[in-house]
Each structure stands twice: as C-alpha cells, then as structure tokens.
C-alpha cells in the first residue's frame, strides 16, 4: 500500500483548504483512514477519522471546522478544513488502517501553512 497526500499550501487564517489522500491497491475500501499532523516542535496529534462503514471523529480542536470524507471509488480520503487557524500549521499526514487494525501504513505527508 502506498499512499500519496496532496493539497497542501498557504492560506490565510479563516480560510479554506482542501488535502487528499491517494492509496494504491484494493484494500481502501475496507480500511480506516485518519489524518494526522505534526507541527514543528510538537509530537505528531491525530486529527480525524472515518471507518470503511462511514463513521467519523474529530480531534476538540478541529471539530466543527474540519470535515473527512472518503471515496472508495477513487480510493481516496479528504480532509476539508475550515476557519484556518495559524495553530493549524503543520504537516499533515494520512494513515490507511486494515481490518483489524492488524496494519497501519503512512503517507509522505503535505504541508499546510496558515498565516495570521
């Protein structure tokens, strides 16, 4: 499995931003996906979630600004963020989980910059 982030940028705090997250192979569908991230200095911190059925949670701190969502058409997880803040600088990481959590896989990462 190989997953490939992207949509990383700059914005403005109270904008928006889009990140994707690409898998290779054909276990998307019944794996879960989360996002991840890491600022500079600081342990990497979970973010969101969203099972293969569907289900979602949120980090406090992104609730009610972020939103992940899934295709398992494209094989792809989104994580559409809102209302940027400048502590949400950081880089994002997607991790795909299969059944039974018996694996866990990393993407590269994608970086988001939120100026004040």
Not at 32 to 43: D, T, V
Not at 49 to 63: E, F, I, L, P
Request: proline share 3%; with cysteine.
């Amino acid at each position: 499995v190989q997953l490939q982030a992207s949509g990383g940028g700059l914005v403005q705090a109270g904008g928006s931003l889009r990140v994707s997250c690409r898998a290779s192979g054909s276990i998307f569908s019944l794996s879960a996906m989360g996002w991840y991230r890491q600022a500079p200095g600081k342990q990497r911190e979970f973010v969101a979630a969203v099972s293969s059925g569907g289900s979602t949670n949120y980090a406090d701190s992104v609730k009610g600004r972020f939103t992940i969502s899934r295709d398992n058409a494209k094989n792809t997880v989104y994580l559409q963020m809102n209302s940027l803040k400048p502590e949400d600088t950081a880089v994002y990481y997607c991790k795909l989980s299969t059944p039974n959590a018996r694996y866990d896989y990393w993407g590269r990462g994608t970086l988001v910059t939120v100026s004040s």
